[in-house]
């Protein structure tokens, strides 16, 4: 499902990266209801099946009503491409911290790896 003409540069990893995304709500959003939102059923399919990793790196840990609740911001019991964007934004936000921390830990345990050879 390719959205190129023919002039078009080839795709960089960040907007191959943007077109999963698409195209990954769609296969949620088409399932029932309306074809270009999620309803709850939809959402939680979207999150058991594909952040299922990532999801691990949050905080605090919500139900998917609480999910649900916090993503609908115009209240209507649809989950809009924008609304599920925070979403992965915050989960996006939360992996790369952890990301960090894993490496900084890592990090940590290489200095003090060299620290016991040297005494």
Request: proline residues 1%.
């Amino acid at each position: 499902m390719s959205k190129t003409s023919q002039s078009q540069e080839p795709l960089s990893e960040l907007e191959k990266s943007m077109d999963v995304i698409i195209d990954v709500f769609h296969q949620y959003s088409r399932r029932e209801g309306d074809r270009d939102t999620l309803t709850k059923k939809e959402l939680k399919l979207l999150i058991e099946q594909q952040l299922v990793n990532y999801l691990r790196h949050v905080k605090n840990k919500a139900t998917i009503d609480e999910i649900m609740k916090d993503l609908d911001i115009n209240k209507d019991a649809q989950i809009s491409f924008c609304e599920v964007m925070l979403l992965i934004t915050r989960v996006t936000i939360a992996t790369h911290e952890h990301l960090h921390d894993v490496e900084d830990q890592q990090h940590q345990q290489q200095h003090q790896h060299k620290h016991q050879h040297h005494h």
